[in-house]
């Protein structure tokens, strides 16, 4: 397929994984550093589909911007799409998405915070790389007997219970959705959000940001929860009120923070910044506590995942150009992935 596939925040591993697949599709793409937003949205003049990361912004005034230059596909690389408005695109601007990609790669993420946090294996690394073998400060715990709250049971939400259930840990699960058929056959219980709060050592947040999401660990929340409890959030950076996380680490409430996606992300994650000041504030406070590990939203990154991305995002787009039934569209009508097929398309 010779269409013209504008793809926006492009780095060399997506640009690699990208091209590999690509070879068997056969698409014009054009990479573009830049995130897509209203001062770039002109570099997809010309092209017949753009393609956007997470933080690239599609509101309105790029949504009509796209129209305007007859683009009517936008294709995701990622699940998560809380940066599009949906209801701007609805009837103009077709988005599909990457559903799924390894839910595998960011559980295990979520467990690399957890033990490296616990184990204080980030301290142990420079440590030992100075010469200073003591053990002094080092203390962690077993995560064996301790109880996990997983908040959403989605694709990461269940690969992490059955790894964590593996460490020989009481698992406790929310979902305002609860699926009875699998916790019976996981062999544990959804519980309200509040009892989730006040049992667990560790929680760990696996829902989309959405209103009823946004900010969900908050002052009040936090206060229900356990003293020194560990907060792992590889979700998204606004279910966590950034501020009163500083405020209970600060108290020494919460004990532990792995956090692989944050409020402001998009000026800093993904980008090389070491040369520069850090001008944001919060950040700079939260990068000063010894017990917050920041990652820099990389739960996805595996091999694996890359590869996958690349497959359905350019097998999105050749459904679209070949006029078939998009599997992986989200519209504003559905408010997820469209299952409607007994329609070809959307609108
Ligand atoms: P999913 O759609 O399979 O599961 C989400 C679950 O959250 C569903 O079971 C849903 O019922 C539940 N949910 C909805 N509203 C909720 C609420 N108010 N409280 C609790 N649970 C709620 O999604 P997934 O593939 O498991 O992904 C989960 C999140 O992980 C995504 O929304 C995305 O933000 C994030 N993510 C991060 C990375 C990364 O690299 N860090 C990669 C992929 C996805």
């Known amino acids: 397929m010779d269409n013209k596939i504008a793809f926006f925040d492009a780095k060399p591993y997506d640009r690699k994984s990208f091209d590999v697949v690509n070879r068997n599709f056969g698409f014009d793409i054009t990479y573009f550093d830049a995130h897509l937003n209203r001062d770039t949205a002109e570099l997809s003049a010309g092209s017949d589909a753009v393609c956007t990361f997470v933080n690239d912004v599609i509101d309105k005034p790029v949504i009509d911007h796209l129209v ?7 294709a995701l690389r990622s699940a998560g799409y809380n940066n599009v408005d949906f209801k701007a695109a609805y009837g103009c601007l077709h988005v599909v998405r990457v559903p799924a990609y390894s839910p595998q790669a960011v559980a295990e ?6 033990l490296s946090l616990n184990r204080k294996i980030h301290k142990a690394y420079s440590r030992t790389r ?4 003591s053990l002094n400060g080092l203390l962690g715990f077993d995560m064996f007997g301790k109880t996990a709250g997983i908040i ?21 699960v929310y979902d305002p959705y609860p699926d009875s058929t699998y916790a019976t056959a996981a062999g544990m219980r959804y519980v309200s959000l509040n009892e989730l709060y006040q049992e667990s050592d560790i929680i760990s947040l696996h829902c989309p940001l959405t209103p009823q999401t946004e900010h969900m660990i908050n002052k009040t929340s936090i206060s229900r929860m356990k003293d020194n409890v560990m907060i792992i959030n590889t979700s998204r950076g606004k279910l966590i009120d950034t501020a009163a996380l500083i405020d209970e680490l600060k108290s020494g409430k919460i004990g532990f923070a792995g956090l692989d996606v944050y409020e402001e992300e998009s000026e800093y994650f993904f980008e090389d910044r070491s040369a520069e000041l850090i001008t944001d504030d919060v950040l700079a ?9 920041i990652t820099s939203h990389q739960g996805f990154f595996t091999a694996e995942a890359l590869h996958n991305i690349a497959e359905t995002t350019l097998n999105n787009l050749k459904e679209f150009f070949n006029g078939g039934y998009l599997r992986n569209e989200i519209c504003y009508q559905c408010g997820k992935t469209c299952l409607k097929k007994q329609h070809k398309r959307c609108f």
């Open 152 to 172: 959403g049971t989605g694709k990461i939400g269940r690969c992490l219970v059955s790894i964590l259930k593996g460490f020989g840990m009481n698992v406790l």
């Open 109 to 114: 993420h979520a467990v690399a915070l957890m």
């Open 285 to 293: 406070r939260l990068l000063t506590f010894p017990n917050v590990l």
């Open 130 to 133: 100075d010469g200073n073998f």
């Open 68 to 74: 305007e230059h007859n683009i009517r596909i936008l």
